[in-house]
Each structure stands twice: as C-alpha cells, then as structure tokens.
C-alpha cells in the first residue's frame, strides 16, 4: 500500500515568491494534517481536516497561507508570498479518523509524508 | 510554558547501554501518549503507544505517570540502530491533533 506521498520534496525560492505543496494521503484515511517543522523542533500543526472540512486551522497564518482539500482526498498548501522565516519541512500526515486513539490495531495512528524541504533565500 | 517539554540532548551512549528518555506535558486532561521516533532528515514514525499501565515492546519500555504528568521511554541493550531522535506526543482533550515536543536525540557509539 502506498503511503502519504508529497511534492514537492525540495523546493528553494526567493523572498515575496508563492509556493504550493501538494499531498495525497493513505487511500480511505478521512483526516489529514498540515504540520511545519523547524530544524530542531518538533512538527507543529498549522491544518487539520477532516474529510473536506478544514476542522482546526488556528495555528494557520491566514495572512500568507492557505489549505485546501477539495473532494476529501488530496490537500495542497500554499505560502504567498514567502518569507526568509517560512523555510522549513512541511510535513502531511493522514489518519483513519481524529488521530491520537490508542491503536490496538495499529489504526489510528498519523502517518506522515517524506516531507517538502523550502528554502526561502 | 510549552505543552510538552523533552530534553533535548544529545543522548551519546555506547553500544549495549540502556537510556531513559522523560517528558513532562503541562495539560493535566491529556489523555493519550505517544513515543514518535525520527531518524536524520525523515519524517516521524510511530515507535508506540504508551498506555497508563505501562507497555514494553522488546528492548522499548514506555511509562507513564499521571499524577506528576510525565512519560518515559527506556530503551535497554542500545544498537546503533537506535540512533534518533525521539519525540513526545500527547492528545489533549478537546484536540484532535497530536502535539509534539521538540524531541531528544539518542547517538548511539560502537
């Protein structure tokens, strides 16, 4: 089965340019998840949805970004415009429902992509 | 005050060694926990589910400590497979998503 997949891995742009990063997600997972993640840190949520509904956006800098989820299947992310400080790994993640149950069965669980590095100079 | 706290290292241990990694999360209504582990330049994997009574997976022991809001994840007979970086994560209630800590990172040394 194929896993999270998302583009693209890299990606280097200058300042005041837009960017988008698209995701698929593990086939039938409903929720999908935007996470950030800074050198040395752990990810941190920006978006979660649940089928096409973006359900938790409050992390989302709504100035320069934007989500969506057209159909409840792919996700994309775009920053526009970009700044020196956006530079970061964006990570998808998917999950069979909210995520975070303890998973006797292994469900339940994020699985995350392979990550889009952004450069911004 | 972050929600979830974790030293972050490096861990340098030899080959054989056993490691304890704590974490301390601020919300006392968390109710779920989890280990993560991330090797250099990928993204996160489920190592395993910490339950309240404590759960072991092979040579990977996670605790959990509700009453002073802590986890541990004891890692024994070290391989240098083991080198990562491990993260925290906590379901609070009222959130659907996970929150990571900022992980510790284990180097394992032959």
């Known amino acids: 089965e194929a896993g999270v997949v998302q583009s693209p891995r890299y990606k280097i742009i200058e300042k005041k340019q837009p960017v988008a990063f698209w995701c698929n997600p593990i086939s039938g997972h409903n929720t999908l998840y935007w996470y950030l993640q800074n050198l040395g840190q752990g990810p941190e949520l920006l978006i979660r949805y649940e089928n096409e509904e973006a359900v938790d956006d409050s992390q989302l800098p709504k100035d320069r970004f934007s989500a969506e989820r057209l159909k409840g299947v792919d996700s994309t992310l775009k920053i526009q415009p970009a700044e020196l400080g956006d530079s970061a790994v964006y990570l998808c993640a998917s999950s069979l429902d909210g995520g975070g149950r303890l998973p006797p069965s292994g469900a339940n669980v994020l699985t995350f992509g392979a990550g889009s590095r952004l450069t911004v100079l | 005050r972050k929600e979830v706290e974790q030293d972050p290292g490096p861990f340098n241990v030899p080959e054989g060694a056993t490691v304890a990694f704590n974490c301390t999360y601020s919300n006392s209504a968390s109710q779920s926990f989890f280990w993560y582990r991330q090797d250099c330049r990928k993204e996160p994997k489920l190592l395993m589910s910490v339950y309240s009574s404590g759960n072991e997976d092979g040579r990977f022991t996670a605790q959990l400590n509700r009453a002073s809001q802590y986890i541990s994840l004891l890692i024994r007979d070290s391989k240098l497979s083991d080198s990562a970086t491990y993260l925290c994560?906590?379901?609070?209630?009222?959130?659907?998503?996970?929150?990571f800590g900022s992980g510790t990172r284990l180097q394992v040394q032959p």
């Open positions: 994560v906590v379901k609070n209630t009222g959130r659907r998503a996970l929150t």
